[in-house]
């Protein structure tokens, strides 16, 4: 079983500033990928980032970026120069390696952005 | 651009009707896909994994003859929320995944359901 704990109900950060949204999980899983969303108040899911667990650098797209810990099983997605339209809720996901696995959610971080 | 399109966005209806959704995966062909539910302010709960040409593996809790799904065909599966009520009143999700496992899944912009 997978398990995806985000400690952090809501955030909030000054726009410019770099903010960090944690993510713990917990597998069996030998191999496994770890994911960020974006949830705007209007509903969609937007992908964000991804990273393997054998990947050897840490995932970077862009503004995101994933502080990946596997000794810890931590996840975390860091946003740097937090922009006004970052504000939404964030979820971090898991799924195992190989074929159509379905993947387990966290329970979402709201993030506020402040002018 | 948008790689799955799910269809209607919003729906309001009165109680006793069925209600189809829509998941169309529109350049590539995903032979299984996924539909969430989300409450107010909580996660996506996952309802049910549509793969083509078979029946669906629906999640504990969830009423496989409440919640018909259909995968008709390899960008397209269907969900049938029959004799709707106003608890079944949600936000429905559907993503789908492309064959490589290390690629996300991909999400429909979402059915925000009012049952009357």
């Known amino acids: 079983a997978q398990k995806i704990t985000q400690t952090q109900p809501g955030m909030f950060v000054q726009e410019k500033e770099a903010v960090t949204l944690d993510c713990t999980y917990d597998?069996?899983?030998?191999?496994?990928?770890l994911f960020w969303y974006k949830q705007p108040s209007s509903g969609e899911m937007i992908f964000l980032i991804y990273q393997g667990s054998y990947d050897q650098q840490n995932a970077t797209e862009g503004r995101y970026s994933l502080n990946f810990q596997k000794a810890r099983k931590s996840a975390n997605l860091v946003i740097s120069a937090s922009q006004l339209g970052d504000s939404a809720m964030y979820f971090c996901?898991?799924?195992?390696?190989?074929?159509?696995?379905?993947?387990?959610f966290g329970t979402g971080t709201k993030l506020q952005v402040i002018p | 651009g948008a790689v799955v399109s799910q269809h209607p966005s919003r729906v309001i209806c009165k109680s006793g009707t069925s209600v189809k959704i829509e998941c169309r995966s529109l350049?590539?062909?995903?032979?299984?896909m996924f539909w969430y539910r989300q409450f107010p302010k909580q996660s996506l709960m996952l309802m049910a994994t549509?793969?083509?040409?078979?029946?669906?593996?629906?999640e504990q809790g969830v009423e496989k003859d409440k919640f018909l799904i259909n995968h008709a065909s390899l960008t397209l599966s269907t969900l049938t929320v029959t004799s709707a009520h106003p608890e079944d009143s949600s936000f429905y999700i559907c993503?789908?995944?492309?064959?490589?496992?290390?690629?996300?899944?991909?999400f429909g912009d979402g059915t925000r359901l009012s049952i009357l």
């Open positions: 350049d590539f062909q995903a032979t299984t």
């Open positions: 549509s793969n083509e040409g078979s029946k669906a593996t629906y």
């Open positions: 597998t069996s899983d030998p191999s496994y990928g």
């Open positions: 993503s789908a995944r492309r064959t490589l496992s290390n690629q996300p899944q991909h």
């Open positions: 996901a898991m799924s195992p390696s190989g074929g159509y696995q379905k993947v387990t």
